[in-house]
């Protein structure tokens, strides 16, 4: 490790005195962006993080003085992926700089990626509303480029996180439309009866019993078949017992369900929330008989 860190501190010296010193300007960058790539190397094999990631930023900078935007692009997106183990702001400022530099180049497919990337960063950090805006421009990148898997990837955290901020209209649109394009798709069709328990829990949080019932009709119009799976048939316990203000019922629709099929823990959140609602509205309820 302390070779490494010797090597890499030498490589960057000898670097830095390239471009201070004299010399024909291309050859002066190109001699120390290769210094640079090298210090940057043994950084990371010292596990130097920082400084690995700030050597990547100076070849990002030769390279650009070169004119080379795909080469200062990659270097920035190495930094990131150095500084990701450190530093996640300056992580992501540097995925920030290889998109730009991607998307002058017209490599959308390269700044879709690295967009999920730093939404990903951002829902490590649970700093969901920053996460929703980095997936929604990921999304959209992938989509005008036809990655239609990976923009629907990228919409279903949108909904996830939306729901989550109690944004359930956001999620609910989401959701169907995932659901009605995956209609029309053989491999995708399967996930359909998913995306509308998914949106039908949303409309649940809402509490507007006739919204939900509506949504219900929307949904086996949409697929036929819907009304056959166990998710419609929970959707309707839980419509009918919200409707009757029965916790009870609505309990016991939750735990059958889960009996078969296990609710993930996004699920279980949002559904206990409707439960609060109605233990809540149940208080009231009472509150207004004395």
Known sequence: MGDQLARAEDFEKKAEKKLKGWGLFGSKYEDASDLF?????????????DQAGAAYVKLANCHLKLDSKHEAANAYADAAHCYKKTNI????????????LFMDLGRLNMSARYYKEIAELYEQEQNLEQAISYYEKAADLFQSEEVTTSSNQCKQKIAQFAAQLEQYQKAIVIYEEIARHSLNNNLLKYGVKGHLLNAGICQLCKGDVVAINNALDRYQELDP??????????????????????????????????????????????????????????????????
């Open 37 to 49: 790539d090298k210090a940057a190397n043994a950084y990371k094999l010292a596990k130097s993080w």
């Open 89 to 100: 702001k300056e992580s992501v400022s540097c995925l920030e700089q290889s998109v730009n």
């Open 225 to 290: 078949t819907f009304s056959g799976t166990r998710e419609y048939k929970l959707l309707a316990d839980l419509s009918s017992a919200i409707d009757e203000e029965d916790a009870a019922k609505f309990t016991d629709a939750v735990k059958e369900f889960d009996s078969m099929t296990r609710l993930d823990s996004w699920k279980t959140t949002l559904l206990l929330r409707v439960k609060e609602a109605m233990k809540a509205k149940e208080l009231e309820d009472d509150d207004d008989l004395t």
